[in-house]
């Protein structure tokens, strides 16, 4: 079947969003020049301009954060919870009156499409603050059994660059609403929206020190979390960086949550709806260009609908627009960095050494200048293979089929991984099963890669521990 | 017939492994000692070996104490409890004979136990009420939380304190009623309470290798457990270099891991009857659905 045989209108997002020259830290409820003086550049993965300069914080600018954290947490614990609420209540209506522009710079900053950052990132950012803000009055009705609710005290939380303002607000939002006080550290590819959301606190007048955000690359992350001021780390990223982070918490006994990688089963039985399972698949691996750590990366199916799947996906796929993330009909984006691209071809690569077949359906012409790549899936796949069992990060699927239901949970299982699934049937009784059986932090059922404030998101097994959202998220953030 | 007086029946106290009693496979014994340093007894010194057959044995009754209703996992811990009411004298004896405690304070600690024994029975097909929750997401979406076990969980009793039985039951019975198959580590210096632990638990038809009970020196153990691939959490009472030991090797493979001090009061049932003491060995899993989509 031929390509779309016209092509759509250009139908770019047009709200102008300025960008600084340079970024300076937020420490003490000031933006302060890194002490430093160093500063690294950001670019758009889309363009590979230079976007801004991002201010490098050293251990000197850790300290400082650190010791602002811990002067703003005795008055910030003992604020009535209902004030503390308001505050959390003016941010999420901050972000909401400043989503579009929020939006636009996520997609410049990190490269996905406009589409998901104005319907995904930023709405779902503005909730969990406004659930959260909600929570701050309720705490001791949260954790079953744990008394008076107290907070953790100062707070390492480490984020990553997939969704960089969503993953602030659900580091900050329980953290604030428990009476916490954060050093934030995000991601150095993507630390813009981080400091436009430190504008927004500090409109919102949140006391100094409640929050700061200290930018830069790995040592000022490994500088933040092991910082002797800290009594919690929270950290979202990779299985290997979490490890790494785990074995220093265990040094010093400092609390820890970790959210890290995943090789998320998606499940597609025979009796299916299959039309709605190909769209679950999409969105399962190409969403935000399979930057999810629970995309659904290894897609099982029953082998008697193979064909029909792989031959649908197939057609789907032919229809996916990549390009332009500020586009409004762009469904892939950019992929974030260059290194990240180079991960992802050198995976793709490898399946292709291994012996998978190597499918990228989609358009033939990728934009000149970006880092770019086309979605992909692999089919042949056996689990011994590179790319059935390493996390890629990137809009590769691995596709392997099964017989009965028991081969379809136990290769699921077969994992050190256990952050998320998917399962695919019109038999009810057979959803709850497999579900059950799932070892998965969150199983999506006949839906794939939906996301809530009220809704606790987290793994099993080497996926972490500790989950963010709902009332199971607050646990973390209140002393035991 | 004369005053001969009568020579007792000693004998070395075995492991307990997949239901059955096996000597360590080492060949390794440790003497028990009473209160007053006299020798009592010799227990099984368990090697590595016997700590993976162990794990092994709790991985396969996993699927099925797990999978059990919880209706059912409470009637067997409920069991448990009613084989042990009929060992009260015992597990006097047991406590008394390496804590010296007086006659009284020992069968007052054997009622706390088999109390909380009950209690955490009839937690079995409860905490998941009291830990889950039907989340209110906005979207057309069925949407529930709910704790499930998180796999084989190790408990290491390195230092008893003053009440060996009570506080192995209180390490043991939230694992195991939160549906974990359960390997335990009894204190080498007062293992005799644990050791009848399991010696009834058969009879009380927890189900083979659900519950398994080694003796063993903790500052040997301590590393193998924490570097154990297939355990997924540890609770333990331990501190300086085994408490070290277990939380830093654990960090390889992310288990979850509960660390006591050796003062821990387990007399306080307010603490040890909470659900929050289960927490650590359960994992919450989330599942979405379309409703009406």
């Known amino acids: ?480 | 017939m004369a005053d001969i007086e009568r020579i007792p029946v000693l004998k070395t106290w075995k492991l307990f492994v997949k239901g059955a009693f096996p000597r360590s496979e080492s060949g390794r014994t440790l003497a028990l000692h009473g209160h007053g340093g006299e020798l009592v007894a010799h227990i099984s010194h368990a090697s590595r070996k016997d700590l993976r057959d162990a794990v092994e044995a709790a991985r396969g009754a996993f699927p099925a104490w797990s999978g059990a209703t919880a209706y059912l996992r409470g009637q067997i811990v409920y069991r448990l409890a009613e084989m042990l009411e009929g060992r009260r004298a015992d597990l006097a004896d047991g406590i008394r004979t390496t804590t010296g405690a007086s006659r009284k304070k020992a069968e007052a600690e054997v009622g706390r136990a088999i109390d909380r024994t009950v209690c955490w029975a009839g937690w079995c097909d409860k905490f998941q009420m009291v830990l889950g929750s039907r989340n209110p997401v906005a979207g057309p979406y069925h949407n529930f939380s709910m704790p499930e076990p998180s796999g084989v969980c190790v408990v290491l009793q390195a230092d008893a304190g003053e009440t060996p039985l009570l506080g192995f039951l209180s390490l043991v019975l939230p694992p195991l009623c939160a549906g974990n198959a359960v390997v335990a580590v009894a204190d080498a210096r007062h293992p005799l309470g644990a050791l009848l632990v399991a010696e009834t638990a058969p009879t009380a038809d927890v189900p083979a290798g659900a519950l398994n009970v080694l003796t063993g020196q903790a500052a040997e153990l301590a590393g193998w457990i924490a570097g154990h691939r297939d355990v997924d959490s540890v609770h333990a009472q331990a501190k300086g270099e085994v408490a070290a030991t277990l939380r830093a090797g654990a960090a390889e493979n992310l288990k979850r891991v509960a660390v006591l001090a050796p003062g821990e009061d387990f007399g306080d049932d307010d603490r040890w009857t909470n659900p929050r003491r289960l927490a650590s060995f359960v994992e919450t899993k989330t599942i979405w659905h379309p409703s009406g989509a």
């Open chain 1, 1 to 480: 079947m031929p390509a779309t045989p016209w092509e759509y209108s250009p139908a770019p997002e047009t709200v102008p969003v300025t960008v600084p020259e340079r970024t300076q830290l937020y420490v003490g409820g000031k933006f302060v020049d890194p002490h430093s003086k160093k500063w690294f550049d950001t670019v758009n993965p889309s363009t590979e301009a230079v976007l801004s300069h991002i201010a490098e914080g050293d251990a000197a600018d850790v300290d400082a954060a650190v010791a602002a954290a811990r002067k703003a947490l005795k008055p910030w614990s003992r604020l009535p919870a209902q004030e503390r609420a308001k505050y959390l209540y003016r941010i999420a209506r901050r972000i909401q009156e400043r989503a579009r522009e929020l939006a636009v710079l996520e997609t410049m900053d990190g490269g996905k499409p406009i589409k998901e950052s104005r319907d995904v990132d930023v709405p779902l950012a503005a909730q969990h603050f406004f659930h959260h803000a909600g929570w701050c009055d309720k705490l001791r009705y949260a954790v079953p059994g744990a008394g008076d609710p107290r907070p953790v005290g100062v707070c390492a939380q480490v984020i990553p660059w997939n969704f960089p303002l969503l993953m602030a607000a659900w580091k900050l939002a329980p953290a604030l609403a428990c009476g916490n006080t954060v050093v934030l550290k995000p991601a150095e590819t993507t630390s813009l929206t981080a400091m436009r959301l430190a504008e927004i606190l500090q409109e919102c007048d949140l006391p100094p020190g409640v929050v700061n955000i200290v930018t830069g690359a790995g040592d000022t992350g490994r500088a933040l979390v092991e910082h002797e001021g800290i009594d919690k780390v929270a950290f979202t990223g990779s299985t290997e960086v979490g490890k790494r982070i785990a074995k220093a918490c265990a040094a010093r006994g400092t609390r820890l949550t970790l959210e890290l990688g995943g090789k998320s089963p998606n499940i597609v039985f025979a009796d299916a709806a299959i039309d709605q399972a190909i769209e679950g698949i999409v969105q399962g691996i190409w969403f935000n260009q399979g930057h999810v750590c629970c995309a659904g990366s290894r897609l099982f199916v029953e082998e008697s609908v193979l064909p029909e799947v792989t031959r649908k996906l197939e057609m789907r796929m032919r229809s996916l627009r990549v390009g332009d993330p500020l586009d409004k009909n762009t469904d892939i984006g950019a992929i974030n960095s260059k290194g990240q691209l180079q991960t992802i071809e050198r995976y793709i690569a490898a399946g292709a050494d291994e012996g998978c077949t190597v499918c990228q359906p989609g358009p033939q012409a990728l934009p000149a200048k970006g880092y770019w790549c086309r979605p992909t899936f692999m089919t042949g796949v056996q689990p011994s293979h590179v790319v059935a069992r390493e996390e890629i990060f990137g809009p590769v699927l691995a596709v392997m089929s099964f017989r009965t239901p028991e081969e379809a949970i136990m290769r699921a299982n077969n994992t050190p991984y256990g952050l998320a699934a998917g399962v695919w049937t019109e038999k009810g009784s057979k959803v709850f099963d497999v579900a059950r059986r799932l070892q998965a932090g969150v199983v999506w059922c006949n839906t794939y890669n939906q996301f809530d404030a009220t809704s606790p998101f987290g793994g099993f097994k080497e996926s972490g521990f500790g989950r963010e959202g709902g009332m199971q998220g607050l646990a973390a953030y209140l002393a035991e």
